[in-house]
């Protein structure tokens, strides 16, 4: 996803000793030597950290080889740590062989989605049939009502598609896109912290996260959702990178090569075409394709993507940023993005706008037909967006209004502490059935629970609290962009906390959260420059924690994977009465 900083270095080389002027010169033959001016470009485009090359010095590898190696790292270390987290996503995906928690809707709704164009309704005795037939059953002609857009379910159905109506063939693509997150987040770190340990320590974490590992094997659509946010957020740090390349690239140097901030460059210069914020938009619809709340995810990527316009060209030396951005950049920012998405998401519906609209397509698809006639606008639109715009108000109104009570149900205010994760599934096999144990003595338990490594969510807490004082006080951007991420997926909860809500939408936020612990873990570790002794205490304190979120996502391991163990054991694992 990113370039080697090699690669994006265009800076011409100094000059040399001869070609500086003639008064340079005069003045060194008696002693005097100017103190190095500092580039724009470096506050531009930063350069990449370079690993240190001791580590390969001490185990005896060669020059040539050692650096070979550290130019491959910026690669080689995030797809070791996918490799890593598709291994323990795909084993024993088909595990537990049952229709879970809501993928008695998703999967089925997927599996009509890929064969009748839209969504289905079934017999309530249908999941045991498709158990038992490997998916071999018939699929009604009578639309359901569904209260989600398709492309979440389009994704599942991908995946049975190819691997057939079964659990593992409707988890595939969610299994395959949490890996593919992973490896997105470490090139996505690696870009913000301009370190390629930094980066693949973010993936490594989201990696050991358990709500993570759990929704990348579940057919839900929160999964889905998290999986177009990060690549949304990813094209815009990428082209945030791009525009300030161009811009550096335009700045004249000065007599000594330097470049300085130029007002009138700053102020005039067009970025041009820019693929990756269209790219952006392009998953920005297919979030809000996914679920809705990617509604609110466009809004904060946009304000923020104006706002790095902004700093850009006030780094490059506008007087006036502000005007600067609304008269270069806001028109074409706008077009990249908004219509791009309204267009992917309209276009997301096709399936459904191309049924039949006699009754025997899609939901409310006659809706025009029937009722909407009496609409003022009817003459000049077409029925399929009469119909589709009042299916999509029916939704709001169901949303909006979906006050059910549910037994997993939790307060958006205790998702970061983890106060009430939900059990996707849960079994009570006896000894020496289903996995359990036969000197089990009592029945064991069988669990799927949607519940965050604990010791990783409770860093996140304070992890916040270090990118919101980066951001507010230190002016830090990258605490600013993960900030807003967070935001983005989090607060628009706290408007409906008296509707049904369940702790697990927060997975959307998930990758933000493990930004920010490896910025506070990079904090602790120490800043470059820092005493031998600094760095040694802070590497020994950052890897301490490290390790103990790690084996914390090993203790919770059955948990999180349906593994039967003794219910004692069980009942040890539910460290709150909540979890219960």
Known sequence: MTSTASSTDTRPSPPSPEQQPSWQQRLRRYGYAAKPRSDVRDRLVPPYTRPSP??????????????????WSGWGGPLLVTLLAGVLRFWDLGNPKKVIFDETYYAKDAWALIHRGFEVNWDKNVNDLILKTNGDVPISESASYVVHPPVGKYVIGLGEWMFGFNPFGWRFMTALLGTLSILMLCRIGRRLFRSTFLGCLAGALMAVDGLAFVMSRTALLDGVLQFFVLAAFGCLVIDRDRARERLAAALPPDADGVVRPDAHVAETTRMGLRPWRLLAGLMLG?????????????????????????????????????????????????????????????????????????????????????????SSWSWLLPDWWLSLWHYEHEVYQFHVGLHSPHAYESNPWSWLVLGRPVSFFYESPAPGKDGCPADAGEQCAREVLALGTPLLWWAAGFAVLYVLWRWLFRRDWRAGAIACGIAAGYLPWFMYQERTIFFFYAVVFLPFLCLAVAMMIGAIVGPPGSSERRRVAGAAGAGVLVLLIAWNFIYFWPLYTGTAIPIDSWRSRMWLDTWV
């Open 54 to 71: 001791r580590l390969w010095a001490t185990l005896g590898l060669p020059p040539a080889l050692t650096d070979r190696l550290m130019r």
């Open 286 to 374: 297919l979030a809000i394709g996914t679920k809705w709340n990617g509604l609110y995810i466009l809004v904060a990527f946009c304000v923020m993507a104006v706002l790095w316009d902004v700093g850009s060209r006030k780094v490059a030396g506008a007087r006036h940023p502000y005007e600067a951005v609304i008269k270069r950049d806001l028109g074409w920012a706008f077009l990249s993005t908004v219509p791009v998405a309204v267009a992917t998401y309209i276009g997301s519906w096709t399936a459904w706008i191309l049924s039949p609209s006699d009754g025997t397509g899609g939901y409310y698809r006659n809706w025009a037909a029937n009722q909407g006639q009496s």
